[in-house]
């Protein structure tokens, strides 16, 4: 069954070692026979490295961004419920199903009139805002599993909603922090929709798009496409290495109540 996930791998890394004469349909299995300065990973990184940094610094902020937002909404659902909280939450929830298609036309106009249309910031804001009703549900399930005990205690020594959140529910919190940072950070960092209609400017574009457009109108260079969309997925592949460990664990964790 790995073989079988690993194959396309193969048949991108491979094919990206070759230079572009040595790319071909009845080749595509073959191993490259020797490297050159026109393989397919130099060019791809020469036209998308400007790009990984517009990734970089749009996926960074966002999942950071959107992370803390969720905690502080699913601390505040999970243990400070107010009256007509559950209404609030499930409204809140509704969020994560509405389409995305669906709001390109007032999101456009509104990051106009704020002046972010176009800009990397006005991509953050809006992952920020719709990564909310995931983050808050991931992080109001987890906080939902902590004992009351434990905030009635810090209560008891004079801990009050941001004391109890800053120095009790955060430190408690960090297998949340891994599943939410994983999942936004995987939903951001390939987005393309948000991407291509919010910054017009393909310089200023992330590497979704820049690798979409690695295809030419009259030829496409297989060799420099494969080898970008393994440059392009390396990001997300580093994440799952580093802190896969702790994402089961987190959501099992989060998975005790809902």
């Known amino acids: 069954m790995a073989i079988a996930y690993l194959l396309p791998v193969y048949v991108m890394v491979a094919n990206g070692l070759k230079d572009a004469a040595n790319v071909s349909l009845s080749r595509m299995w073959a191993p490259p026979l020797q490297l050159t300065a026109a393989n397919g990973f130099i060019g791809a990184w020469q036209r998308l490295s400007p790009n990984m940094t517009n990734s970089l610094l749009m996926v960074i902020p966002a999942t950071i961004l959107s992370s803390l937002i969720g905690a502080i909404n699913g601390y505040l659902f999970a243990k400070w419920k107010f009256r007509g909280s559950d209404i609030l939450f499930t409204l809140l929830l509704f969020g994560f199903f509405i389409p995305y298609q669906s709001i390109l036309l007032p999101l456009v106009r509104f990051l106009q009139v704020v002046g972010l249309y176009g800009k990397l910031p006005g991509l953050v804001l809006v992952h920020v805002i719709y990564g909310i009703p995931i983050t808050t549900l991931i992080f109001r399930n987890y906080f939902a599993g902590v004992p009351n005990e434990l905030l009635e205690a810090a209560r008891v020594d004079g801990a009050g909603l941001i004391t109890t959140f800053t120095r009790v ?21 390939n987005d393309f929709l948000f991407g291509v209609t919010v910054v017009p400017n393909p310089s200023a574009q ?28 390396l990001p997300t592949a580093v994440i799952y290495i580093l802190l896969g460990r702790f994402f089961i664990r987190g959501i099992l964790a989060g998975s005790v109540k809902g």
């Open 206 to 233: 992330p590497v979704t798009i820049a690798l979409n457009n690695l295809s030419g109108t009259f030829s496409v260079d297989w060799n420099v496409v494969m080898a970008g969309a393994v440059v392009a997925a």
């Open 169 to 189: 529910m955060l430190p408690l919190s960090i297998p949340a922090f891994v599943v939410v940072g994983i999942f936004q950070f995987t939903n951001i960092w």
